[in-house]
Nanobody
């Protein structure tokens, strides 16, 4: 499956962005999907994830209550709605997918990755 992340940009602190992860190539509804981010000089970190049916969602403590992950399998797209953005949310955001993901918070458990989209939050 090929993943294309989009929706990043420059926003002021307190603002919102919605990222999209569009999939092609296979039936996306079979894949659990996660969002990760990597800031300059830092390791890639887990942000949020959603099960293949959308019944289960997972969030990093740093984004809980501000970010919402959702999916539309009919459109082969997973979304990350980001509200109340903070400067520390600045990073390149990646989406990832896998059929069998034992630990949805662990990057190494995902099979496929998108190219990333830059999110910059100014103070």
């Amino acid at each position: 499956v090929q993943l294309q992340a989009s929706g990043g940009g420059l926003v002021q602190a307190g603002g919102s962005l919605r990222l999209s992860c569009a999939a092609s190539g296979r039936t996306f509804s079979n894949y659990a999907t996660g969002w990760f981010r990597q800031a300059p000089g830092k390791e890639r970190e887990f942000v949020a994830a959603i099960s293949w049916k959308g019944g289960s969602t997972y969030y990093a403590d740093s984004v809980k209550g501000r970010f919402t992950v959702s999916r539309n399998n009919a459109e082969n797209t997973v979304y990350l709605q980001m509200n109340s953005l903070k400067p520390e949310d600045t990073a390149v955001y990646y989406c990832a997918a896998g059929v069998t993901v034992p630990n949805m918070r662990r990057a190494g458990d995902y099979e496929y990755w998108g190219q990333g989209t830059q999110v910059t939050v100014s103070s």
